[in-house]
């Protein structure tokens, strides 16, 4: 059994086979679906998606750091309102982007650490996006820490040192998607040393499809692609790996 703990199946991409897409999940044994919503406009069709399959897919609900402007009140004023009504697993998805520009940096600082402190009062999981940000995203984490924060770094492909940082803060895990199985991408090697046990495992379909699908349109079912490679960096079984992640998935998102 595994868990895709980030996937945007709800994207557009899977309109004309979402159904298909969902079943094939399940087939690999992907059990558990975690979905991170983006935007306002995101929300509806996140919320529909889970609406359809309750037993499968879990949502989160947060402002992606690409979705901050200048003006964030009425996005912020939504999400929090959404976050109050209970329906959600997790805040997120969240963070800072500084990989296109830095125009907005502050903006994203302010955004993020709103969104760690309503988790902390919600005792929710937060899911970080941390692209090009690693100093500025985990600043603001380990200034906010507490025993009543959790979470994950969304699409780990940072450094033994990096791994090691997000480890002392006690209650946060590796998010390892597609990149682990990419030659020239550096995290295979990084996870030989940083082991599996902080992992959880992601897609975050439909981007980043891991080898040997490529450069095509992500999704849930390719999760033991990304467990073998894991497997096999760290010298163990994907049947470990399975057991280990989606231990670590239920301890994350407590269901």
Not at 11 to 29: N, V
Not at 46 to 74: E, I, K, Q, R
Not at 225 to 254: K, P, S, V, W, Y
Request: with cysteine; proline share 4%.
């Amino acid at each position: 059994m595994f868990v895709d703990t980030h996937a945007h199946l709800y994207h557009k991409q899977f309109e004309a086979d979402r159904a298909a897409m969902l079943e094939r999940a399940l087939d690999a044994g992907v059990t558990k679906l975690f979905l991170p919503n983006v935007d306002l406009e995101s929300i509806g069709d996140m919320d529909a998606l889970v609406a359809g399959h309750p037993a499968t897919c879990f949502p989160m609900m947060g402002l992606h750091p690409c979705s901050v402007g200048a003006n964030n009140d009425v996005a912020m004023a939504e999400v929090e309102r959404k976050l109050l009504s209970g329906g959600y697993c997790a805040v997120g998805e969240i963070g800072i982007d500084l990989y296109w520009d830095r125009t907005y940096l502050a903006q994203q600082q302010e955004v993020f650490r709103q969104h760690v402190r309503w988790a902390k009062t919600s005792d929710l999981p937060i899911a970080i996006h941390c692209r090009q940000s690693f100093a500025e995203t985990i600043a603001i984490v380990e200034e906010e820490n507490s025993d009543r924060l959790r979470g994950v770094f969304h699409c780990f492909t940072g450094t033994e040192e990096e791994a090691r940082r997000i480890g002392e803060l006690g209650g946060f895990y590796l998010g390892i998607g597609g990149v682990i199985t990419y030659p020239k991408g550096g995290l295979f090697e990084t996870m030989r040393t940083v082991g599996p046990d902080r992992c959880v495992l992601e897609t975050d379909a439909p981007y980043l499809a891991p080898v040997p699908f490529r450069g095509k349109r992500n999704e849930s079912s390719y999760i033991p692609h990304i467990a073998e490679r894991l497997a096999l960096a760290c010298g163990t079984t994907i049947h470990h790996i399975a057991e280990l992640t989606t231990t670590n998935a239920e301890a994350l998102f407590r269901r």
